[in-house]
Nanobody, 126 residues
Framework: QVQLRELGGGLVQAGGSLRLSCAAS????????IGWFRQAPGKEREFVAT????????YYSDSVKGRFSISIDNAKNMMWLQMNSLKPEDTAVYYC???????????????????WGQGTQVTVSP
C-alpha cells in the first residue's frame, strides 16, 4: 500500500516562496507518476503538477507554469513542489498523489490517482 505525507504548508505573503514536500512509501509501480493537486474553498480539486518516479517529463498546469517547480529524489522517496511568486489565488489545500503508469492524457484527472496524502494548507496573504 502506498502512503503519502505532505509537509511544508503554511502562511506566506504574495510574491513569496514556499516549498512543499511529500514523503512516499510503497511499491514503485504505484508511484510511477507522483504529483500535486490543490483545492480552494468552494472550488473543485485541480491539477497542479506531476512527474515520473525517474524525474522525467515534469508536467504543469497553465496556472502555475513558470512559477512552480516539481522535483523528485527517488532514492530518498521524497518529492518537492517549489512554489515561487505566490499569489492569493494559490491559497488552497495541497495534496500529494500518485498513480500506476497511465496515459499522459489522463494525468490531469483526479480520478486517475488512487493514492493521496492528507493535504496541507497553503495560505497566501495579499
Amino acid at each position: 500500500q502506498v502512503q503519502l505525507r505532505e509537509l511544508g504548508g503554511g502562511l506566506v505573503q504574495a510574491g513569496g516562496s514556499l516549498r512543499l514536500s511529500c514523503a512516499a512509501s510503497g511499491a514503485l509501480y504505484n508511484r510511477y507518476y507522483i504529483g500535486w493537486f490543490r483545492q480552494a474553498p468552494g472550488k473543485e480539486r485541480e491539477f497542479v503538477a506531476t512527474i515520473t518516479w525517474t524525474g522525467s517529463t515534469p508536467y504543469y498546469s497553465d496556472s502555475v507554469k513558470g512559477r512552480f517547480s516539481i522535483s523528485i529524489d527517488n532514492a530518498k522517496n521524497m518529492m518537492w513542489l517549489q512554489m515561487n511568486s505566490l499569489k492569493p489565488e494559490d491559497t488552497a489545500v495541497y495534496y500529494c498523489a500518485s498513480s500506476p503508469p497511465v496515459q499522459a492524457t489522463a494525468l490531469m484527472r483526479t480520478d486517475t490517482y488512487p493514492y493521496w496524502g492528507q493535504g496541507t494548507q497553503v495560505t497566501v496573504s495579499p
